[in-house]
């Protein structure tokens, strides 16, 4: 077998290892909970297959690229529009929450991210 044909069939073996390889394609994650209590603002987040995640924050759209392999969570540079609102505060807590997520899990219709200082944020999918 030639190299070629054997680097083709590896590549082909190797599953997606980003976020979005384990959650339903093309889902809009509704942010629901911020460390057990309600999300202080409505916000999303969509995950593609280039492991890039984008959104609507409390007042403005974002992305960020995540940057290691599922079940981690890291983000990149958080890149944002700049417009305010009332809910800035809570757009403040939005991204500085995200930021210090470590670990995610997808199970069915749910996105929890969390970290090891006990933080957590639980996602659900719109309908």
């Known amino acids: 077998m ?10 082909a073996a190797c599953n997606d290892e980003t976020l979005s390889g384990y959650a ?8 629901q909970e911020l460390d057990g209590g309600p999300a202080p603002a409505r916000a999303s987040l969509k995950l593609d297959p280039r492991g890039q995640v984008s959104g609507q924050a409390p007042c403005n759209s974002y992305s960020a690229k995540v940057t290691v392999p599922y079940p981690w969570f890291e983000l990149g540079n958080i890149i944002a529009s700049r417009r305010a609102c009332p809910e800035l505060a809570a757009e403040t807590a939005y991204f ?23 933080r957590d944020m639980l996602f659900v999918a719109s309908p």
């Open 2 to 11: 030639n190299v070629l044909a054997m680097s083709l069939l590896i590549l």
């Open 24 to 31: 339903p394609e093309k889902t809009t994650w509704v942010w």
């Open 96 to 118: 500085s929450a995200l930021k210090a997520m470590s670990l995610a899990e997808v199970s069915g219709d749910t996105l929890l991210l969390n970290n090891d200082a006990g």
